[in-house]
């Protein structure tokens, strides 16, 4: 048996598995192991949420004929038919062309469990558990685990250049672990050789989006970087800030689409504009990415637009002047155009969005914590003034085509805010308590 503080229980739901399973047990006299990342995680003492199988001793027929699907006509992977879980063959692989899709695959019987793990990216990666619940690690993938070390498992790693950015999502995922020197090393050679040059946009996407999810999204960014990887060793000591909110983000449970907002808000123009073009995001994320460049300046400016600083009155608004009518009205200006800017009538999501971004400014975070709180459910309530306002526009305007009757709403829409700002925030916005 395993040794290590591990949960018998999920050890044990493998075993059974193994055991019992029906399809499994059709597919005999061949092996099946529970490998790869449902390993690793199990021995690191972590919930098992996917598993992964691997054949050995079987053939595509051999599969097919205990009722396996097929997944593809040339990759050796097929779905249990009654959970869709991926059950592989053991395989060998032969690089033919460049690019990770540059492969010829041997799935004989013949191959064996040790074969099939000596192609894989990392030695934590490449374990096996069987039936009796013994762990098979031909590589040292548990020494690994135990010093903290992400380590290819052979000259193999080189064929892929996916591994490359899989590296990189580990080491956002297991902050406390090191790139193995070697493998660094490794990395470096194949961006130096072009083999990073053959991947596409979407995968670079997949790759990096899951690592910017994960617990530390710094060390992915750094990474790329250390490997020299063009666009990402743009990276420079100016980005540090934005580095560090996207750590401090992640740790708090941040959205997983709301990083990108945080990376375009923080990152500077010289290197942010090329990452973006070398990635092929989904709409709605580009999208956000798009708001955020566009908008954050002006929305800065509303939520730092403070008469009263804290410095000089404190946190309280005793004798404190209200505001004059002229700037309340300037305020109501200022916040009408960016309400107009971001289409708040028909896509007030958006105003959400931003202030979720923005939240994690380095400057809306060295205010004082309450004091940039209240700005920003301020901006909230006036945004639902805004949009429900019941507008007083006069008879004439009512005859107002075309632009000009657009004008005339807008001004109506400006005024109503400059009565919301009077009423619930006469002292600004930081200042009132909603």
């Known amino acids: 048996m395993i040794e290590g503080k591990i949960d018998p229980v999920a050890l044990q739901a493998i075993c059974d598995r193994l055991k019992h399973d029906p399809y499994c047990q059709a597919i005999a006299p061949a092996t099946v192991y529970c490998v790869g990342g449902a390993v690793r995680d199990l021995l690191l003492g972590r919930e098992v949420h996917d598993h992964d199988w691997l054949v050995v001793g079987s053939s595509p027929q051999h599969m097919l004929e205990a009722g396996f699907l097929p997944v593809g006509r040339d990759f050796p992977v097929f779905l249990h038919p009654q959970n869709q879980e991926e059950f592989a063959l053991a395989r060998t692989e032969r690089k033919i062309a460049r690019g990770y899709q540059g492969f010829e695959f041997c799935c004989a019987p013949e191959v064996s469990l040790e074969e099939d793990l000596k192609r894989r990216d990392l030695r934590i990666n490449a374990m096996a558990i069987n039936a009796k619940g013994e762990l098979q690690d031909p590589y040292e993938g548990l020494c690994d685990l135990r010093h903290g070390l992400l380590r290819h498992v052979s000259e193999a790693f080189r064929e892929d250049p996916v591994r490359l950015l899989r590296v990189a999502r580990f080491a956002a995922r297991f902050p406390s672990f090191q790139i193995h020197p070697e493998t660094m090393t490794l990395m470096r050679e194949m961006v130096q050789v072009g083999e990073t040059d053959h ?17 530390k999204p710094s060390a992915l960014w750094r990474c790329l970087a250390d490997c020299k990887l063009k666009p990402f060793d743009r ?34 123009e010289h290197f942010r504009e090329p990452v973006l073009a070398s990635l092929k995001m989904p709409r709605d994320t580009l999208a956000l990415c798009h708001q955020v460049r566009k908008h954050q300046s002006s929305l800065l400016d509303i939520l ?21 009518d002229e700037v309340l009205a300037a305020q109501a200006q200022s916040i009408a155009g960016f309400f107009e800017s971001i289409d708040l009538m028909r896509r007030p999501q958006q105003l959400h969005d931003l202030l979720a971004v923005i939240c994690w400014h380095p400057s809306v975070q060295s205010q004082a914590s309450l004091r940039s709180k209240r700005a920003i459910e301020a901006l909230n309530v ?39 700002l009077r009423t619930r925030y006469p002292h600004g916005l930081h200042n009132t308590r909603p």
Request: hydrophobic share 45%.
């Open 304 to 324: 730092f637009d403070d008469p009263y600083v804290p410095d000089q009155h404190g946190d309280s608004m005793a004798g404190l002047p209200p505001l004059s």
């Open 235 to 268: 990276l420079s000591e100016e980005e540090e800030p934005m580095l560090a909110q996207l750590d401090f983000a992640a740790a708090a449970g941040a959205k997983r689409g709301l990083t990108w907002g945080i990376f375009c808000a923080l990152a500077f």
């Open 382 to 420: 006036l945004a639902e003034d805004y949009r429900h306002a019941k507008l007083n526009v006069s008879e004439s305007q009512r005859r107002l085509k075309g632009p000009a009757l657009g004008e005339a709403i807008r001004l109506a829409r400006a005024l109503e805010l400059s009565k919301a």
């Open 199 to 215: 991947w596409s946009a979407a995968r670079v996407w997949r790759e990096l989006d899951q690592g910017m999810a994960e617990i």
